[in-house]
């Protein structure tokens, strides 16, 4: 039975080992057939060998129930790179290209949440929510490029308001725009305490939910709030639910500690 006092739900299998185990298994197959046909006499070349790679890699994909953008990313992959390196291009675009995808989206690395912002309506629900703790202290769990925080400095003239970000750009972005209106860390949130803060708010990805909760409960005051947008945490039911209109259709999930 779901419960407030938090179930320990198991870890799913981590995603990158299964990524790569799958493209090993794909290709294994490919070239045993490839293999198989050539010692025939019949040469299918390397766009094939590609293409049939990909497929090989899909249909693993789908038989383990990747998420469905996994399931394409995987089915375009080496497709995608041998029609790259037919373009040949400058090794330096690829480089520049990892650099900037590094510098922007660290997270998506280390916690599996990729950088995308909250909208108006959430930033205006989640500083009326702050609004009820008058001075209190608000903490953003990954607060890219500072556009919520930003917004609670001109709304909650009061509130004191702390960020942590683990990707440099948006953690530099964040910084040049908020100044002194805001302590804007550039770390890991695993490492954030959560005690003294009034209202904690997330914005991440389904996969840190389970701990933060956990952490939530071990840390914060009776009284203050955990907000999530959009992610559930596993079993546990937020004590409201706030939905969002707009093309995303993302909700505020509100936990009330006891
Ligand atoms: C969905 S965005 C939300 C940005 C911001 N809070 C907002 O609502 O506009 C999630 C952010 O969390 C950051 N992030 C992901 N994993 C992190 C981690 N382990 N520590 C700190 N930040 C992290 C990402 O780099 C990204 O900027």
Do not use: K
Request: one cysteine or more; a positive charge.
């Amino acid at each position: 039975m779901p419960s407030r006092d938090g179930l320990l739900i198991a870890p799913a299998a981590p995603l990158l080992p299964q990524v790569l185990l799958l493209h090993v298994l794909a290709w294994a197959s490919v070239l045993l057939a490839a293999a198989g046909l050539a010692w025939s006499g019949t040469d299918i070349g390397a766009l094939a060998l590609v293409l049939l790679q990909g497929a090989a890699a899909w249909g693993l994909s789908f038989r383990l129930e990747l998420p469905r953008w996994w399931q394409w990313i995987n089915l375009g992959f080496f497709p995608a790179a041998w029609l790259a390196l037919q373009a040949e291009l400058s090794p330096a675009w690829y480089l520049a290209g990892f650099a900037l995808l590094a510098l922007t989206q660290w997270g998506a690395v280390s916690t599996r949440v990729p950088l995308y912002l909250t909208g108006r309506r959430a930033r205006e629900e989640v500083a009326r929510r702050l609004a009820g703790y008058p001075g209190g202290s608000f903490l953003d769990l990954g607060c890219g490029t500072g556009g919520l925080l930003a917004h609670l400095a001109r709304s909650n003239r009061a509130a004191r308001l702390h960020g942590v970000e683990t990707a440099p750009l948006p953690w530099l972005a964040s910084r040049l725009r908020l100044g002194r209106r805001a302590e804007v860390r550039l770390g890991d949130l695993r490492d954030e305490g959560l005690a003294g803060h009034d209202v904690v708010y997330a914005f991440l990805s389904p996969e840190p939910m389970a701990r933060l909760w956990q952490q939530a409960r071990r840390e914060m005051r009776p009284g203050s709030l955990f907000i999530s947008n959009s992610f559930a945490v596993p079993g546990i039911e937020p004590d409201e639910t706030v939905e969002l209109d707009g093309g995303r259709q993302t909700r505020l999930l509100i936990w009330r500690m006891r």
